[in-house]
């Protein structure tokens, strides 16, 4: 069972458009990480969120985390070819093991030039 | 700079042969580190969890007599795959907790003949 679901799992726009990534789950998470991987590389930690609501921006990433802390999503303004990648949400649990993650089921965008 | 290396990036081995993974924290000590194994176009699943100085914690159907897990200090640990077979070919990741992050390490992708 995948705890959280990342829509869409397949993105291709065109350089300039704006998009936005959603990660749902039906349980609550101490913290939200985002990540994007390129193919043959470990997965590059973008942002963490900690907060119900908590909102963070990283140029033209915008990142918001659910008031219930059970969702997040991901906004990307005017999309470049170099933000091609697999986007992956990954919930946190400050039960168990030390920040012990669960990953989304990703997102791969395409950005044409 | 990378926060966590990982060695090799690349191994090809033989059929019921060993192969050992080295996971490093550079410049920050890590109690605990998470491996994990990525199949293509797939997410991540956690295969266990290192523990220095205890047993690693092994997830639901992870066989812990085939990865062998060691956390030989606080900078280092090492994922050994004993007996690989074909179906052992994956890319297996590894990552390290720090401050509010959890940062991976480039991977090592294992090819087994």
């Known amino acids: 069972t995948q705890l959280l679901e990342q829509s869409p799992q397949f993105l291709s726009i065109q350089e300039g458009e704006n998009l936005t990534v959603y990660c749902n789950s039906s349980s609550v998470f101490s913290s939200l990480q985002w990540y994007r991987q390129e193919p043959g590389e470990g997965p590059v930690l973008l942002v963490t969120?900690?907060?119900?609501?908590e909102v963070k921006k990283l140029k033209r990433l915008t990142f918001q985390f659910g008031d219930a802390r059970k969702d997040s999503s991901l906004h990307i303004t005017a999309a470049q070819p170099g933000d091609t990648g697999l986007y992956l949400c990954a919930g946190g649990r400050s039960s168990g093991s030390a920040r012990q993650l669960t990953f989304g089921s990703g997102t791969q965008l395409t950005v044409l030039p | 700079g990378a926060v966590v290396s990982q060695h090799p990036s690349r191994v090809i081995c033989k059929s019921g042969t060993s192969v050992k993974i080295e996971c490093r924290s550079l410049?920050?000590?890590?109690?605990?580190m998470f491996w994990y194994r990525q199949f293509p176009k797939q997410s991540l699943m956690l295969m266990a969890t290192s523990n220095e100085g205890s047993k690693a914690t092994y997830e639901q159907g992870v066989e812990k007599d085939k990865f062998l897990i060691n956390h030989a200090s606080l900078t280092l640990s090492t994922l050994t795959v004993t007996s690989a077979h074909p179906e052992d070919s994956s890319f297996y990741i590894c990552?390290?907790?720090?401050?509010?992050?959890?940062?991976f390490g480039p991977g090592t992708r294992l090819t087994v003949t």
């Open positions: 969120v900690v907060t119900g609501g």
């Open positions: 990552s390290v907790p720090i401050g509010q992050g959890v940062y």
């Open positions: 410049d920050f000590q890590a109690t605990t």
